[in-house]
């Protein structure tokens, strides 16, 4: 199948205006960002009781410390604190599952964006009718969902936790192989918040991995290196049955605007559109890859590149003949081959007040 057959008129392709208030940067305005939220909020009476979820090894080891401080501040107001700790990668799943939630409670998850990617899939396992509440309290080295929710601080997240607004919260039901590439296992399911990365941006958060010790600029040494190797990488893409094969950069796959170090990787996205996002940067040489992370980091200008495409969907699929990394919410999970479906307003998520 040639790449033309992407563009058919049975997806829907995104098209950005440009902010005409903006600067000129690398070659371009910025565009007009999407809202965040595309339906009105629910006010809501503050909660008596909350199940706090925590990853105590997130963001260097500061999650108990957060989470300590959050108690405090809930059990001051009154409210009943159930508190849990995870001992491993995955182990929140398990313990958000065999929660005993009431009507009216909300679970908070303290840590990254894949500590709530893990804290969601727990509960879309127990309960996946059920249209909990959740909220977010920052506390990991990605807090993409956190940022895009305008959760600036802890103070400005337990307020929000205890008097700001319920919003619907799209999710995506992710399906693939548990394990990078030759160390695959059984396939799983995730339910993912924030982003689903395959390519070049899964291969540089790999290598992120490894120099934690540098901290945030981490992320873009790891893309530089990515950038260097520039490996060829084939797949076959579905999105809401319209197929495509060619040879490919990036996807990036996202519900929410930000990934990363607060990267604007997808300037039209909203959480409760009912669709997500993804951004297809065709094969492309270095100077070129090089040209469109510029751009990215510059206020989103990339969805103006010549060599990157838009789109929304309910359904994808990525297929490849060998098996290649997949990260689901910042972790390096999996393998292909993958499926989402997209499930609109899924759950409830608490944001700030917008008086």
Do not use: C
């Amino acid at each position: 199948m040639d790449s033309e057959q992407i563009d058919r008129p049975a997806l829907e392709r995104v098209e950005f205006e440009v902010d005409s208030t903006s600067k000129r940067k690398k070659g371009t305005k910025r565009p007009i960002f999407a809202p965040i939220f595309t339906m009105k909020s629910e006010s809501t009476a503050p909660t008596k009781r909350v199940h706090l979820l925590v990853n105590p090894f997130s963001g260097k080891r500061k999650g108990r410390k957060v989470a300590q401080y959050v108690i405090e501040q809930l059990e001051s107001k009154g409210v009943a604190v159930e508190s849990h700790f995870s001992a491993h990668s995955g182990h929140l799943i398990t313990i958000s599952e065999q929660l005993d939630t009431k009507p009216g409670d909300i679970i908070v998850s303290i840590g990254g964006d894949g500590t709530f990617s893990e804290v969601l899939t727990g509960r879309m396992q127990a309960q996946p009718d059920a249209k909990e509440t959740f909220a977010i309290i920052p506390a990991g080295t990605g807090n993409s969902m956190a940022f895009d929710l305008g959760l600036k601080d802890i103070d400005t997240a337990i307020a929000a936790l205890m008097g700001g607004n319920k919003q619907a919260l799209d999710l995506a039901r992710v399906e693939l192989i548990e394990g990078l590439p030759g160390s695959q296992k059984e396939k799983i399911v995730r339910y993912s918040h924030n982003l689903v990365t395959w390519g070049l941006g899964v291969d540089s958060n790999i290598k992120a991995e490894k120099m934690r010790w540098m901290g945030p600029i981490r992320y873009d040494v790891g893309i530089l290196m990515a950038i260097m190797a520039n490996k060829r990488r084939s797949a076959t893409l579905s999105l809401d049955g319209v197929k495509l094969h060619d040879d490919f950069t990036l996807f990036l796959i996202q519900n929410s605007q930000t990934g990363g170090s607060e990267l604007p990787l997808a300037p039209g996205a909203s959480l409760d559109d009912g669709k997500m996002d993804i951004g297809i940067l065709k094969k492309m040489h270095r100077r070129g890859i090089l040209k469109a992370f510029g751009m990215l980091k510059s206020e989103g200008r990339h969805v103006f590149h010549p060599h990157v495409v838009y789109h929304r969907f309910k359904r994808l699929e990525i297929t490849t003949q060998v098996p290649t990394a997949i990260n689901v919410d910042g972790e390096n999970l999996g393998s292909t081959p993958l499926t989402m479906d997209v499930l609109p307003s899924a759950v409830l998520i608490m944001s700030p007040s917008s008086e």
